[in-house]
């Protein structure tokens, strides 16, 4: 089944202007708070309108302004998990999952009782929301959309108001219904991990606008954009002019590079992540420099060194290097060299 949108929606800051596919698979839109993640739901679902543009899902269309079509959230067949999972707090779960129910009364009992058994929920039918935990209210949430019948799947930051032991739990537990159900699901975070872990193909999504639509591997290894770049969690980036072919000048960092890859003419930003940096023992290698360390920050299981180019001047802007306790605490301190492997800086357009 596949899903095509393409809208736009002036809202206050920015206007949203998105335009993807999504065909038989998990889709994730990663973007910072505030960008438009959770507005591109709504007006798939039809909490919303778009202002302009065309939605449709399985042939069936469900928005399209020139052709005034904008059909009713109850028609959209859309299975919507909110932030919070909007259980309604009268109701117990029987009746939550009941609500949702299609059929006579006879069908309806059928499909709840089919719903509870599927989601593990015996046992607690007749419990009231808050008295349920994160994962049972979630499992009640899923129940509640699958007795809907909904095709599509949409969750919007599922885990956000969890704390991490229970997170990682649901999390186990989600991608197990997803990989059983094997629904058209769209997944929005502002989680890079979440996203890498769950979804085939993400969309990177900044004020408003997709950025880049990629696989995750080659999202990864080559971002294309700055925002994509900062959003999957690299930490170093700086300005950058291209000298030639392979070298250019990392401005931020007061640093000339070599790079394996042909680098573009539209080259203004590169990045790279922060437990990529190698240690030399001779100057003379690649990419390397004498570092000075600004700051050392001990972490949970890691350090984070803070450091420059010892050639540099102090408007350089520092670096963050991330390595192990054990690597960090049996490193000489005397002087240290670092080089930036060639085939780890990503190329940025913007």
Not at 13 to 26: K, P, Q, S
Not at 39 to 48: F, P, S, W
Not at 96 to 113: H, Q, S, T, Y
């Amino acid at each position: 089944m596949s899903l095509i949108v393409n809208i736009t929606k002036k809202l206050n800051n920015f206007t949203l202007n998105v335009d993807f596919n999504v065909e038989d698979e998990i889709f994730a839109i990663l973007g910072a708070s505030g960008c438009g993640k959770s507005m591109t739901l709504k007006c798939i679902a039809g909490i919303e309108t778009p202002d302009n543009g065309h939605i449709e899902f399985n042939k069936k269309v469900l928005f399209d302004s020139k052709k005034s079509i904008n059909l009713l959230p109850q028609k959209r067949h859309i299975g919507y998990l909110f932030q919070n999972y909007a259980l309604f707090p009268n109701m117990t779960v029987r009746e939550n999952i009941l609500f949702a129910a299609d059929g006579n009364k006879a069908e309806k009992n059928k499909i709840v009782e089919k719903n509870i058994k599927r989601f593990h929920l015996q046992g607690l039918e007749n419990n009231y929301p808050a008295s349920l935990s994160g994962g049972q209210q979630q499992r009640t949430a899923f129940a509640r959309i699958l007795a809907a019948r909904a095709e599509l799947l949409m969750l919007d930051e599922p885990f956000s108001a969890l704390d991490s032991y229970l997170k990682w739990q649901l999390e186990l537990e989600l991608s197990e219904l997803l990989e059983r159900y094997k629904k058209t699901t769209l997944f929005v975070s502002h989680n890079r991990d979440e996203v890498y872990r769950l979804c085939s193909r993400i969309a990177v999504m900044d004020q408003g606008n997709i950025e880049v639509i990629s696989d995750k591997y080659e999202l990864f290894n080559n971002p294309q954009t700055a925002a994509a770049t900062i959003l999957t969690g690299c930490k170093n980036i700086s300005h950058a002019k291209k000298i030639d072919a392979h070298h250019l000048y990392a401005s931020d960092w007061q640093l000339t590079l070599t790079c394996r890859r042909e680098i573009p003419d539209n080259l203004t930003y590169i990045g790279f992540r922060a437990h990529f940096f190698t240690i030399e023992n001779e100057p003379d290698a690649a990419n390397c420099f004498p570092c000075r360390i600004d700051r050392v920050i001990e972490d949970t299981f890691s350090f984070v060194i803070m450091i420059r180019s010892a050639e540099a001047d102090t408007s350089a802007k520092t670096m963050r290097w991330e390595l192990s306790k054990n690597s960090w605490l049996n490193l000489s301190k005397k002087a240290i060299f670092l080089s930036i492997p060639e085939e780890k800086i990503i190329l940025l357009k913007k």
